[in-house]
Every structure is written in C-alpha cells, then in structure tokens.
C-alpha cells in the first residue's frame, strides 16, 4: 500500500480545500466525485474543474439510481424544496441525505483498496455537526475503525476539518490560494448561486468573517 490518499471532492468549498491541503502534504492524490443524482448536480462541473487545477487524477462515478433507496431529501427529491435560512434551523435535517457519507466514504475506501492507496479523506466540518449526523465525531470514530479492519491492510481516515468551522476552514484555503471562484455551494444549482439556503447562508458567513468577498455570483 502506497501513502497516498482518496479525496471525496464534491466540488464545494469545503472538499476543495481539503485537497488543495492534500496536494500539499501527499504525493499521491486521487479524487473521487460521486454523482447520486442530486439537485445540486452542477457541483460536480466545479469538481471537474478544481481537480484540473490540481492536476490530479478524478473520477466522477455515476450511482443516479440510488435515489431509488436514499430519497426522502431536498437534495435528491425534487418535490421537497430546499430550505432556506441558517444550518442551525432545524429546517436544515431536510437537506439530510440518508446514509450519504457513509455511502461514498465505502466508495472511496473500495477505490483506494483496489489502487494500493492507504488512506481516503473527507471534508467533515464543526459546523455540520448540528445538523448532519455522519459528520460528527462519534461517526468519523467509529468510521476509522471500520477501515482498519475492511481489508487485509488497514485504511486510515483523514479529517483535517473535523473540529474547524467554516471560517477556519476558508482562512485555511486563502492561505494555500485554493480557486473558490471555481467552486460550488449552493442546493439550489441554478446558474447563479441563491445566496438563501444553509450551504449559501454559512459560505457567505465565512467570507466575511474573513474580511473577503465572495467570488462567486449571487442572485
């Protein structure tokens, strides 16, 4: 097994920095997107994009059927509308996909078994914590003992974000110059970014707690 690292690259702000962090600590990245049909389908264009910008090798897999299994979300059910306003609402659980993370965290460990790679990573953050259930501590724990004992060779599980807020996150990224004008937030994925629901809410919220400006256009 080589030490290099699986990324799950969505294409948002987040995910992107963690692979800007990745090129800089790994010689060898790999990254994986996943196309699970969901609204904010667009996001996997800035995915193609960010990881062009890196040069680094990306796959983009295609599971649009499993909506079939994993509907009951704004994200991936059409008739459910995006919520708006703060992550903290608890509005915001219906913008939770059901078993998301634990599904392509499963993807990226089977991708980086089968490449000899050591390592998979994800952008878990505190500020999902309220809301999103497999980007707590608890999970991400539990997560990593699952992949030291998936395989003959143990898989490790790296989350450089998990105790950052976005803002930490983002001041993180401006540092290593990652392109967020390249990438992606927003559930809604129309041509302009709504700039109302949680994603929009939170990403606007760390850029100015930075004292930037957002790069990217809003309606």
Not at 10 to 24: H, I
Not at 157 to 167: E, Q, R
Not at 195 to 209: Q, S, T
Request: charged content about 20%; overall charge negative.
């Amino acid at each position: 097994m080589s030490n290099g690292v699986v990324v799950l690259l969505s294409g948002g702000m987040d995910s992107s920095t963690l692979l800007a962090t990745a090129v800089t600590f790994h010689d060898t990245v790999h990254a994986l997107s996943v196309d699970y049909n969901q609204r904010h389908k667009r996001e996997l264009e800035s995915a193609k994009k960010v990881a062009y910008h890196y040069g680094v090798s990306h796959e983009i897999l295609d599971i649009t059927n499993i909506n079939n299994l994993i509907g009951g979300s704004s994200l991936t059910s059409a008739d459910i509308s995006v919520p708006h306003g703060h992550y903290a609402d608890k509005t915001m659980k219906q913008t939770v996909v059901p078993g998301r993370n634990l599904i392509l965290l499963s993807l990226a460990t089977g991708m980086a078994i089968s490449r000899g790679i050591n390592m998979v990573a994800y952008a878990a953050h505190a500020g999902d914590h309220a809301i999103y259930p497999d980007c707590r501590p608890d999970f991400v724990m539990a997560m990593m003992e699952v992949l030291q004992n998936c395989d003959y060779n143990p898989i490790g599980l790296w989350t450089p974000f998990l105790y950052l807020d976005k803002a930490q996150i983002l001041q993180s990224g401006l540092r290593l110059k990652v392109p967020y004008e390249l990438t992606w937030t927003c559930y809604e994925g129309r041509e302009k970014a709504c700039g109302k629901c949680g994603a929009c809410v939170e990403r606007l919220e760390a850029f100015k707690l930075n004292n930037m400006e957002d790069p990217l256009e809003y309606e």
